[in-house]
DNA sequence: AAATAACATATGTTTTTTCGTATGTGTTTT
DNA sequence: AAAACACATACGAAAAAACATATGTTATTT
C-alpha cells in the first residue's frame, strides 16, 4: 500500500486528475485545495480524494495554515521518481497549459486566496 | 486511444505484467510470448492480452518468424518515454529479478526455443 | 455563539480493468 | 491430412477504480 515499488508509483500518475496535481505542485512547488479545484475546475471533493491517494502513498506533504492546507511533493522520495515527474513536466507543458491559465486568473497570495471558491 | 498523451503512457506502465513485459524487453531488446510466460510465469493469454494493449498504444512492434511473434520497443516513442522506461528498468532490477532468473533458465536461442512452453 | 469557509470522508453507484476459460487462426511437424 | 505448436481473441465474471452526493470536522469571521 505505499510507493515502493514502481508499479504503485505510476498507478499514482496513470489518472488525469492526480497526474494534473502532482505537475502543478511541482511547477509551483506548494498549493492548496481551493486553488487545485480552481485550476482543474473539479469538484472539491474530487480534489481531496485523489490527494488522500497521493498522500497514502507518500507522495504529497501537507502544511496546516488556519483554513488551509498547503500540499507539496515530498521529499524523500526516490530520486528516479523525480526525474520522472521532472521528466513528465518538461514534456508536457501543454497539457496543463489551461490549468496554469486557470490558476494564474485568480492573482497571486493573497490575492488568490481572497478567489479562493468564492 | 492512442499513446500520445502522457496519462496513457503512465496507464500502460501501471500493471503489473505490462511493466514486467516493458522492462524484460528493453533488457533483452526482443522477447517472443512463450519467453515472456515463463519468465513471467502466466498463462499465454494472460500475456497476450497485455501484449495487444501496449501494441495497441504504440509501445510494441511485432515481428513475426515462422510460428513465433517476438515483440520489441518501438522505436519512434517520445523520448521523455523512454527515459522513463530507462530510468525504471535502471532503478528496479530487483523487481525482475527472478523473471530474468526464469528467463535465463530457459538457456539461450534457440535452445531456449526448444524449451518454450513444452 | 451562530454562520461561514476550507477541507476531509463516508456511502452507494457506476465505470473501468483485469481475469479465467474457451475457442479460433496460422504454421510447422509427422 | 492430421496433429501439435505458438499465439490471438471473444466472452462473461470478478475485482478495482472513479464517481456524485451528502455529511462531518476544524478554523475563522461576524
Redesign the pocket.
Known sequence: MNNSTAVQFF?NL?????LKIILLIQMEREL????L?VALG????????????L?LHKLLS?R????????RLVDVIPQWQKEVIELSNVNNQEYIAQCVVNLMGMGNRPTR?EK???
Open positions: 498507478k496513470a489518472d488525469d486528475t492526480r492548496c485545495v481551493c486553488e479545484t473539479l469538484s472539491q471533493p474530487k480534489i481531496s480524494r485523489h490527494i488522500a491517494q498522500k501537507e496546516k495554515v488556519g483554513r488551509w492546507v498547503f500540499y486566496q479562493c471558491c468564492e
